[in-house]
């Protein structure tokens, strides 16, 4: 994954530039958090910043994320977006359950694709930073988390 400039995207976080949201997330290393560009949280020193292109990403990197921004409900956008139809296509079969319950996993995903498994890890690795797993499970944590967050408790 090749990321713009860490200071360009440091410009995208200073002015909260709602262009980028979705795009990229802004994992702080003093906090362990990461958040969306739009989020309104004091802005952080550029040396404690690492860019991320997704939320998986940033999970996988070991950050949580931000209770101010969500950015577990980012828009569902890519800088990759019609370039890589097969990581799309992988997208919509996770978010579809594709790896929650198949014991073949990454392989089966791949099959259904008509690629590779050894390809189709290549491509999320390239176009997302983590791996089919990574973001499956990171889709999993995020939905749980945001339904604590939304459910009201009524004991």
Same mark, same amino acid.
């Not at 360009?8 to 262009?19: G, L």
């Not at 958040?35 to 996988?60: D, G, H, K, L, V």
């Not at 209770?67 to 990581?87: K, Q, S, Y």
């Given at each position: ?39 309104? *949280? ?5 040396? +404690?910043?690492?860019?991320? =292109?997704? !939320?998986?990403? &940033?999970?996988? #990197? ?15 956008? *890519? ?5 890589? +139809?097969?990581?799309?296509? =992988?997208? !919509?079969?996770? &978010?579809?359950? #594709? ?57």
């Amino acid at each position: 994954m090749e990321l713009l400039d860490r200071r360009t995207y440091y410009r995208v976080f200073q002015t909260h530039d709602a262009r980028f949201d979705g795009r990229v997330f802004v994992g702080v290393t003093s906090t362990g958090i990461y958040c969306r560009p739009i989020c309104p *949280a004091r802005m952080p020193r550029f040396e +404690n910043c690492r860019f991320f =292109a997704s !939320a998986a990403a &940033a999970q996988e #990197a070991g950050f949580r994320p931000c209770l101010r921004c969500r950015p577990e409900i980012a828009p569902d956008l *890519a800088f990759w977006r019609g370039t890589a +139809n097969t990581v799309s296509r =992988a997208l !919509a079969l996770i &978010a579809e359950g #594709a790896l929650d319950e198949d014991a073949a996993g990454v392989e089966a995903l791949a099959e259904r694709l008509g690629v590779g498994g050894r390809q189709l890890r290549r491509l999320f690795r390239q176009h997302l930073g983590a791996s089919p797993i990574a973001v499956a499970q990171t889709r999993r944590v995020l939905f749980a988390k945001q339904l604590l967050h939304d459910t009201a408790c009524r004991w």
